[in-house]
């Protein structure tokens, strides 16, 4: 059954990852054409992305290699077989479902480790070699993150020239703002990898109040580079679930809503281990389509996946909006489904 199991859930895992992957590159085609970046570049960029492609469908190759492992089970005659010799077909079955296991926890464990590492990197390229759109945008009255506890506003930020207009940049402590620095621009200097401030006024919050120094040039604390500061979402995939419940308590600080950070966290855990729940439901599935061919069982291994990310979708929006806890948000899909695969299995007496 293991057997069974592993020869299409490996076909069906590169099918379905190299049909998505070629969509979303299609999609690029126009942008990639024009772009001026090395093609070994580009290509790294494409490659990259592999491995995210990869994780989203797994569910699918799970389901689909368990239609194929029961229902070849069931073409056979094996499991008329088993069942007139009174073994309890559970037996047949359960290996299905110990290898679903092990693919969540496989998921879970790429999805922790490689999945968002060449995701990020994969981002990383698109935006600053393949489509630098840094380099002919300009930014107006825009909020930015610079490192762990610093927030700078400015009236216009000019990331190719290193350049912003009536910057103020805050340094966040326990009680609030610790320190400002408001000036009329900002240079960045590549040689002390600093952002030197000029003609402007530094403030200081203490427990007597607001201490005011001008200055016409100081070199600030602010060290992260124009393409760092560029404004851009942080994407959830590019973090661990670590990461995403840190950036979370992060965006909370500085007043922003952390719950899509929060959602994101929890589905880092449901979604890989939706691989267990779609076995558990593929297997009464399998039993009612009996002698359907396989063609029949992809489709149904297609349609019941897109039902399942509808729901992760809607899931999604109820937990970034509020309406739902992320954690009840995240666990949608797997709940519903989950219930049920519990209620086919009973009826099929497995």
């Known amino acids: 059954m293991i057997g069974r199991f592993v020869k299409p859930f490996g076909f069906g895992l590169g099918l379905f990852a190299v049909l998505i992957f070629l ?12 772009s001026h970046a090395p093609l070994l570049t580009i290509l790294e960029c494409l490659w990259l992305e592999v491995p995210y492609w990869a994780g ?4 699918m190759a799970t389901l689909l290699a368990t239609l194929v492992a029961v229902g070849g089970f069931v073409q056979s005659g094996e499991w008329l077989a088993t069942q007139s010799c009174g073994i309890e077909t559970k037996r047949f079955w359960l290996p299905v479902l110990g290898c679903s296991l092990a693919v969540s926890v496989l998921a879970f464990a790429a999805q922790e480790t490689i999945m968002p590492a060449a995701w990020a990197r994969s981002r ?9 759109e840094w380099e002919w945008t300009k930014y107006q009255n825009v909020a930015l993150l610079g490192g762990e506890d610093q927030f700078v506003q ?35 200097d590549p040689a002390r990898g600093r952002w030197v401030f000029h003609d402007g006024v530094e403030r200081i919050f203490g427990p007597l109040g607001v201490v005011e120094k001008p200055f016409t040039t100081r070199i600030s604390d602010l060290d992260a580079p124009p393409l760092d500061l560029v404004p851009r979402p942080t994407n959830p995939d590019e973090l661990t679930m670590r990461e995403a419940l840190a950036y979370a308590r992060r965006v909370g600080r500085f007043g922003g809503s952390p719950r899509e950070y929060e959602f994101a966290a929890m589905a880092k855990v449901s979604y890989p281990f939706t691989n267990l729940i ?19 069982s992809f ?3 297609l349609g ?30 797997n709940i519903g489904f989950g219930a049920l695969a519990i209620v086919l299995i009973r009826r099929w007496d497995l």
Not at 23 to 32: A, C, E, P, R, S
Not at 124 to 132: F, G, I, S
Request: glycine share 8%; proline share 5%.
């Open 304 to 333: 019941l996946s897109f039902v399942y990310l509808w729901i992760l979708e809607v899931g999604h929006t109820l937990g970034v909006n509020g309406q739902v806890h992320p954690f009840l948000a995240a666990w949608l899909g």
């Open 154 to 188: 400015a009236w216009l930020f000019l990331p190719k020239e290193g350049k912003l207009e009536r910057p103020i940049l805050e340094t966040m402590g326990e009680r609030g703002v610790d320190r400002q620095l408001d000036a009329k621009r900002a240079f960045w």
């Open 23 to 34: 969509g979303d590159t299609f999609d690029k085609m126009n942008l990639i054409a024009r």
């Open 124 to 132: 990383r390229l698109w935006r600053e070699k393949v489509h630098p």
């Open 299 to 301: 489709c149904t291994a």
């Open 278 to 296: 779609i076995c558990a439901l593929g297997i009464p599935i399998a039993l009612r389509l009996r002698k359907s061919s396989r063609v029949v």
């Open 56 to 59: 989203r469908v797994i569910p």
